[in-house]
């Protein structure tokens, strides 16, 4: 089992920077395991879908992103703290949302909710105008 924490979170002006992190952990999690995970941010806001934001490869590190947060947003993750993160620079009031982190054990279609195993609580994102 993988128990994801994600933090940073808060209200911001547009324009603004907000870092998001994710911690994972479990009772077989040692450090560089999240290496053997595909992790991925996607956010939710109010009645809307949960959508993709962001994924990195577990294989070779690749990044994906969703058309709207590219050149904006960027992923990466420290295996060696099993921890992601979501620096998220330029925030627009759009961008408001509750923010999940995500973490796939198996191959999948990184963009697709179902690929994921595992998620977190959320963290919330508000962006004023």
């Known amino acids: 089992q993988v128990q994801l924490v994600e933090s940073g979170g808060g209200l911001v002006q547009a324009g603004d920077s907000l870092r998001l992190s994710c911690a994972a952990s479990g009772r077989t999690f040692s450090t560089y395991t999240m290496s053997t995970y595909t992790m991925a941010w996607f956010r939710q806001a109010p009645g809307k879908e949960r959508e993709f934001v962001a994924a990195i490869s577990r294989s070779d590190g690749n990044t994906y992103y969703a058309d709207f947060v590219k050149g904006r947003f960027t992923i990466s993750r420290d295996n060696a703290k099993n921890t992601v993160y979501l620096q998220m620079n330029s925030l627009r009031p759009e961008d408001t949302a509750i923010y999940y982190c995500?973490?796939?054990?198996?191959?999948?279609?990184?963009?697709?909710?179902?690929?994921?195993?595992?998620w977190g609580q959320g963290t919330q994102v508000t962006v004023s105008s």
């Open positions: 995500a973490a796939a054990a198996r191959w999948g279609v990184v963009t697709a909710r179902g690929t994921y195993n595992y």
